[in-house]
């Protein structure tokens, strides 16, 4: 195989595996066997040690880094990394939307004392995981991070770049930062535990735990083996420049809901279960749903997050002292 063919070939494996990297890891959808990709992964590995200077930034050979880092760096966020007001009670909720009506009547888009003042929202499953920010330049993965206090986190690119469900390059060529959960699915996590207990090895009390003890692992091919994965959920930034030669660039969606579709039109795995809820007592009515549904799930469910549907609300609300 000369030089020209090796390109050729190259190009046509990585996206074939890309292909289905994204239905088996993001979809959930395989449609080979295990054995059959890692056989197309095998050949890719053995061209590119033929013709090394032929190794591209996305390629699935680069996801695990040669040698473990001796530590990890910090890393100040662009974008202000803000926490969750809590609610534990139906009540709680009806007051929270209570005040979110009248927020809105006194600043303009609700006309006070109308009944029919009912601001929708975005409903989502809250996975117990660790929270990761993650950068792309021109579509290409730059920079991986832990949240930290907010303002600085921990640098672990190099660790998210071996979880499969996360894309090294985009579907577009625009750069964004996306915020999202590190989770270990449970089964993984019964597997793992077994063969900790099994080499007399301290095991973990539950997935979160091991998830974050396993991000913050300095040997990305530790993190490579214990097949971590990620529900991304927020578009936190977006370039509105136009990017490299193509002029892709990301029009702001002007809901949560139309962000979501965003992030999972991009490539990312965003967790499914996401809805739109008219009113307060739709929002209650999910929450009362997973209640019961959420045990039945391979990952851990640590709540719901409500938020409200229209970009142009949330702007207007802004935000208390650490939450939106």
């Known amino acids: 195989m000369d030089k020209a063919e090796a390109k050729k070939r190259l190009e ?3 996206k074939t595996i890309e292909h289905h990297r994204y239905l088996y890891h993001v979809l959930d959808s395989p449609e080979i066997s295990d054995e059959a990709l890692d056989s197309l992964k095998r050949e890719l590995v053995e ?46 909720m009806i007051d929270f939307n209570d005040r979110i009506v009248r927020m809105l ?17 975005t409903c989502e499953l809250k ?76 095991t973990y009390a539950n997935p979160r735990n091991l998830a974050a003890g396993t991000l913050r692992q300095l040997n990305s091919q530790i993190v490579a083996d214990r097949n971590l994965s990620v529900f991304i959920y927020d578009l936190a930034w977006a370039s509105d420049e136009d990017l490299s030669d193509s002029n892709e660039k990301i029009n702001t969606p002007k809901t949560q809901f139309e962000e979501l579709e965003l992030l999972m039109d991009l490539g990312f795995k965003v967790n499914k279960n996401f809805e739109l809820c008219r009113d307060v007592n ?10 019961n549904k959420k045990d039945k799930e391979t990952y851990q469910i640590d709540g719901v997050v409500v938020k409200v549907n229209r970009k142009e609300y949330q702007d207007i609300l802004g935000y208390t002292g650490k939450a939106p």
């Open 12 to 14: 046509k494996l990585r």
């Open 47 to 92: 061209i590119e040690t033929q013709f090394p200077d032929l190794i591209t930034p996305d390629s699935p050979s680069q996801r695990v880094s040669g040698k473990p880092l001796d530590e990890f760096q910090k890393v100040r966020h662009k974008v202000p990394q803000w926490s969750f007001n809590d609610i534990f009670r139906e009540q709680e």
């Open 105 to 121: 009547e006194k600043s303009g888009p609700f006309k006070k004392g109308v009944t029919k003042n009912k601001p929708e929202y």
């Open 127 to 202: 996975i117990d995981g660790l929270k990761v920010v993650i950068e792309y330049e021109n579509g290409f993965l730059k920079q991986a991070a832990t949240r930290g206090d907010g303002k600085v986190g921990e640098d672990v690119t190099e660790n998210v770049r071996t979880i499969e469900s996360i894309p090294l390059k985009l579907k577009k060529p625009v750069s964004v930062i996306v915020e999202g959960e590190v989770y270990l699915d449970k089964r993984q996590f019964e597997k793992i535990n077994k063969k900790l207990a099994d080499a007399g090895e301290k």
């Open 282 to 291: 739709e929002v209650i009515k999910y929450w009362k749903k997973w209640q």
